[in-house]
């Protein structure tokens, strides 16, 4: 009997992420997870830029910048601030200055197919997270080049 609970509970909370796990919900995703990420890093970059007045602690701070785990957390930085910025600018245009949104609202909000992204919202996503890509990739080619 414990492991019908147990399974069912599962599929209940599977359930809340299985449905909606669609362009428009990975966007959200990201812009917050990035978002989050950009303000971790600006406090210890700092504390970091300060330790360079230490030459003992600014050269064990390179070696920990040699680390692998470090190298990958640089290349999602830069993916973090190409696609938190660009996102970010798409989301200016639709929220504030209406571009991209359709000519009419439709009467029910709560018909989910009709107030997803529109085709030129969709279009600009993909923008978004093409731009980031390529950028990410020429950013790490940079850094570790």
């Known amino acids: ?17 299985l ?13 917050r997870i990035t978002g989050f990420y950009l303000a971790i890093y600006l406090p210890l970059h700092i504390i970091s830029t ?5 030459p003992v ?10 680390l692998p785990l470090i190298k990958a957390g640089e290349i999602f930085l830069i993916f973090s601030i190409f696609f938190h910025g660009l996102n970010g600018l798409r989301l200016l245009l639709v929220e504030y200055f209406n571009i991209f949104l359709p000519k009419t609202i439709p009467s029910s909000l709560y018909l989910e ?15 978004v997270f093409v731009l980031s890509i390529v950028l990410t990739i020429l ?6 080049n």
């Open 1 to 17: 009997m414990g492991e019908n609970v147990l399974e069912l509970a599962i599929r209940r909370v599977m359930g809340w992420f």
């Open 19 to 31: 449905p909606i796990i669609n362009l428009e919900r990975v966007a959200y995703i990201l812009h």
């Open 50 to 54: 300060h330790n360079s007045l230490n």
């Open 57 to 66: 602690a600014w050269r064990s701070e390179l070696e920990l910048y040699s």
């Open 113 to 127: 197919k009709i107030l997803s992204l529109h085709n030129p919202q969709k279009t600009m996503l993909y923008i």
């Open 139 to 144: 950013g790490a080619l940079y850094l570790y």
